[in-house]
């Protein structure tokens, strides 16, 4: 499943195709839309953010549209009436003159007026994304002071989407090394020295990942972007299983917990 950084790029693809441009047609697979493909032609998109895993494309009369793609769901930019050949099934086809952003696969659509995102199942159990650049290290400090989120193992807690949203496994494996911190230790367990070093990386690492446009396939190797390769994300434990750690040189561990692959420096993130 794409994590924060490869959602927020696809928002950005979308959103520089449309937004702005008066939608010609808008088309939906679920009959409960339907009545929507009427309302919405003549209005512009105003904006497509991420919110987590979900992507929010917003309506200039107050209209939005949520869509999550858990596993198959997939956003595709094409021209404007085109509809590329592909065994996925079309859901949601949002057309302006010039171009059109399709969504295939995703079951999980809806729209909703601004004024109820707030009460959305999901959406209003999400914490803070961190790639939202108003969420500062002290807000993600104070989190993992909190009493709901101080006592859970790092391993479980860095996958909940209650606590920080745009996390993911690989993030997860990264935010742990770049902080030297055990998947085992709990916040309540740190202190403020590594509790200031864990809500650094919460924020550094997503955004290296998000602004470097690509994950380099492997250690040394040079991203897809040449222009970014001085600061091209790679990983450094995650999928990396016996191989040395950069900070050390001991042996990579890869273990489950919270039933996700985790990568791990036995030494320094002992
Ligand atoms: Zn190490």
Request: net charge positive.
């Amino acid at each position: 499943m794409p994590e924060g950084p490869e959602i927020r790029r696809t928002a950005d693809r979308l959103a520089d195709t449309v937004v702005g441009k008066p939608l010609l047609s808008a088309w939906f697979a679920l009959p409960a839309l339907k009545p929507f493909e009427a309302t919405l032609p003549g209005h512009r998109i105003v904006a497509v953010e991420p919110h987590g895993k979900a992507l929010l494309t917003r309506f200039d009369h107050g209209w939005t549209l949520y869509s999550h793609n858990q596993l198959y769901g997939r956003w595709q930019v094409a021209g404007s009436g085109e509809r590329p050949g592909t065994t996925r099934s079309l859901r949601v086809a949002l057309d302006t003159a010039d171009s059109a952003i399709l969504l295939y696969s995703a079951s999980d659509v809806a729209l909703w007026r601004d004024a109820d995102l707030h009460r959305h199942p999901f959406l209003s159990k999400l914490g803070p994304d961190v790639l939202d650049p108003a969420l500062d290290a002290g807000s993600v400090e104070r989190r993992l002071r909190d009493p709901r989120f101080r006592n859970r193992a790092l391993a479980g807690l860095l996958l909940d989407q209650g606590f920080l949203a745009g996390m993911g496994n690989y993030l997860r494996a990264e935010v742990l090394f770049e902080a030297a911190l055990s998947p085992r230790a709990r916040p309540f367990d740190l202190d403020d020295d590594k509790r200031r070093r864990l809500a650094a990386a919460l924020l550094a690492v997503p955004r290296h990942s998000y602004r470097s446009r690509g994950i380099a396939p492997a250690r040394g190797m040079r991203s897809d972007h040449s222009s970014d390769a001085a600061s091209a994300f790679r990983f450094h434990v995650f999928d990396r299983e016996g191989q040395p750690c950069p900070r050390c040189g001991a042996a990579i561990v890869r273990e489950t917990l919270a039933g996700r692959r985790l990568y791990a420096c036995p030494a320094c993130q002992a």
